[in-house]
Structures are given as C-alpha cells and as structure tokens.
C-alpha cells in the first residue's frame, strides 16, 4: 500500500479500472468533494490493462448503442479534453458473418444503429476483404462495417483518467485492498472509512464485493486470452479491427505487427491468471480458414485477462441505497467507461443520466427481464 486511505469520504470507489476512474473523474470534476477510490492492485492492472483495447458502438441493445456512441466520443477528443494521448485509431470495426441466422440479427442491428447515429451498413464479402485485406472470403455472407469506430491504448486512458481524477480532487489510493463493508464503512486493509456512498467497479471481482452490501451482483470470470504476432510484412495501417464472428476470431493492428484473439468454448469460469496453450489449435485453424497469409506469422508474446460475465453478457448498472454499481460488462467494460462514468456521477447525483440505463438493473433477472446483447464475441 502506498498510502493510508483517509478515515472518511463522501463517496468510496472500489476498483481502479476505467469505469472506476472514469467515475471518480467526473465525480470530480462535477464539484463532489472527498472522493475515494482503491484497488487491491495497481490502477488499471484488473481487466482494463489486458483488454484488447477495441472501442465501437456496434451494439443490438439501444442502451449499449448509446453508451459506445459516448464514448467514441470522449476517446476522439481524449488529448485534448484530458492531456493525455491514447493513440486512437479510427479504422473502423468489421464483422464477417457466415450464418443466415447472424445476418438478419445484424441488419435488425444496423437499423436500430441508424435510428440512434451510427453509420454502420452492411457490405457483401468482396468489399470487406477491400476493407480488410488480409482475409479470405470463404463462406462469408455478408459483413457489417462500422466507420466511427476503432481502438485505442488501455494504460494510456487510465493514465489519462488518473491524472485528471487527481487534477479535480479525487483521491486515488492502489494497492489497497477491500475486505469487507458494514453499513456506513469500507473495511481496508489499511483501515477503515467512513462513508454515506460505495460504488461497485470491481470487474470480475464483482460479486464477493456486491455479497458484502447484500445485493446480488452476478458476475463471473471467465479467461481470455490474447497473442501479438511478429511484424506482418506489407501490413496495410487502415486496417479494421475485424471479427469472424463464425469462430470469434479477432484482429487489429499493433505496431508492426496484429493483436488476436478468440473466445475458447472450452473455458470454464475461475481467476485463471496464468496462458494456456490448450485454445491454440482452434485458434490455429481460425486463422487458417479466415486470413490464410497469417499461417507463417510468429508469435511474440500475449497475456490472459479476465471478461467479468453475466448471464445475458450485459452490464450491472444500478443502485441499491446507497451501494451503486457499474460491472458486468461482457468484454465490453473498456469501451464503454468514459459514458459508463457520466452516467454513475449522474446516478449519484440524482440526476438523469443522458440515456436510461434503468433496465441494467442487477434485478432484472429476478423479475425475469434479462436483455441479451447479442454482439459480443
């Protein structure tokens, strides 16, 4: 722990990745006073860090639309509202898909995307593989292109975060762990604090956190894992961040060379920090089909992170008296944080957040209201 937390605050934050730095900044700066976050870890080393780092609005829930909107937003103008670069690049998301089925959900998708401002549009095979020219187009039926989006540099964003959060008067303490909450305290292991206000950003760590204030925050880990490859000769700069949805494969430039990823099936739920080789084969035989002149490329590292799931992979927003909570994300939770942390200082605030997150209430399963997102991978 680098510093005592202090023996009291207005609001404690519990989770120093995007969405709680993101919240503590616009708390912040809003004019609350004695804002509090801490973090077992260090700020951003949770999910935030090992996140592929990809930023879009192509959702099929119209919350989900309008937050990624948002922040698409906020990343475009990151340097210059917060003095901080985060190297966002605007090539665009693009999605294969190979199932009849997947088609109709997109155009539905796509229309509804219309209707809230976001230019996606659906594209046949041949002018997907002009757009990404590294695939092959075998058994693609039709893609889904969505300009405005993109990806950008996790640590930098919560570097960013961090250093305006501070700049308005948040305090950030690390390496300081929560061990438990009582009505009115935050129990740390470097003492307690008082406080009228918890809020829940925890990731993955959501549940154990959500037992303590006695509200149900179903979430579980799941290990993803990503790989960077060695530079790829004649790699075109523009290129999308593309998925396959057939398999889940996935990939975006990174310097030089390409960040990929792939959901394995075969995973099952735990904190599994640590790589497995178990998923390669499968992974292999992805990039095979989908980007044959990939099959040489070396591997030069990778990482394993944690997605924080719910049963419909849709996020937890909400309060339940004064225990606020943002999590739950489905993979999603990067990219949604800069709007994720307007909407909880507006919830705190008692105010109308700028689109109505009522419905991501962690109840909703209870009352049997689950609301699928179906675009995620």
């Known amino acids: 722990m680098t510093t005592p937390p202090p023996s009291s605050a207005a609001v404690v934050i519990i989770g120093g990745g995007v969405i709680g730095l993101s919240t503590a900044y616009h708390l912040a700066a809003a004019g609350v006073r004695d804002v509090v976050l801490v973090d077992k870890g260090a700020l951003g080393s949770g999910s935030t860090s090992k996140a592929a780092g990809g930023v879009r609005a192509l959702f099929s829930d119209p919350v989900n639309i309008m937050l990624g909107a948002r922040s698409l937003e906020t990343f475009a103008g990151f340097r210059a509202r917060l003095g901080q670069e985060i190297d966002f690049r605007r090539v665009g998301y693009l999605f294969l898909l190979g199932d009849p089925t997947a088609v109709a959900s ?65 305090r950030l303490i690390p390496h300081c762990a929560v061990t438990g909450l009582d009505p009115g305290t935050v129990h740390t292991e470097g003492g307690d604090i008082r406080t009228d206000t918890v809020i829940c950003a925890a990731g993955a760590w959501s549940a154990r956190v959500g037992s303590w204030a006695g509200v149900e925050l179903p979430v579980t880990p799941l290990r993803r894992q990503i790989l960077v490859t060695e530079p790829v000769p004649g790699l075109d700069p523009h290129t999308p961040f593309t998925i396959d949805l057939d398999t889940t494969y996935y990939f975006h430039n990174e310097g030089a060379g390409l960040l990929i990823g792939m959901s394995d099936p075969d995973e099952t739920p735990g904190f599994k920090l640590g790589r497995s080789d178990t998923w390669l084969p499968r992974l292999g035989e992805a990039v095979a089909r989908r980007t044959p002149g990939l099959a040489d490329v070396g591997i030069a590292g990778g990482w394993a992170g944690l997605y924080e799931v719910t049963p419909d992979h849709n996020a937890l927003i909400g309060r339940a008296g004064s225990f606020l909570y943002a999590t739950g994300f489905s993979g999603h939770g990067f990219l949604m944080g800069p709007a994720v942390g307007e909407v909880m200082r507006d919830l705190y605030l008692g105010r109308e957040p700028f689109t109505d997150v009522s419905g991501l209430g962690a109840d909703r399963f209870a009352r049997a209201a689950a609301r699928p997102e179906l675009n995620i991978v």
């Open 106 to 170: 997109f155009e539905a998708a796509v229309a509804l995307q219309h209707e809230l401002g976001v230019p996606a549009r659906m594209i046949g095979a041949r002018e997907a593989q002009k757009l990404s020219p590294l695939i092959g187009t075998d058994g693609v039926l039709a893609a889904v292109h969505s300009p405005l989006d993109g990806h950008c540099t996790p640590e930098s964003v919560v570097l960013g975060y961090a250093t305006a959060a501070r700049r308005a008067g948040a």
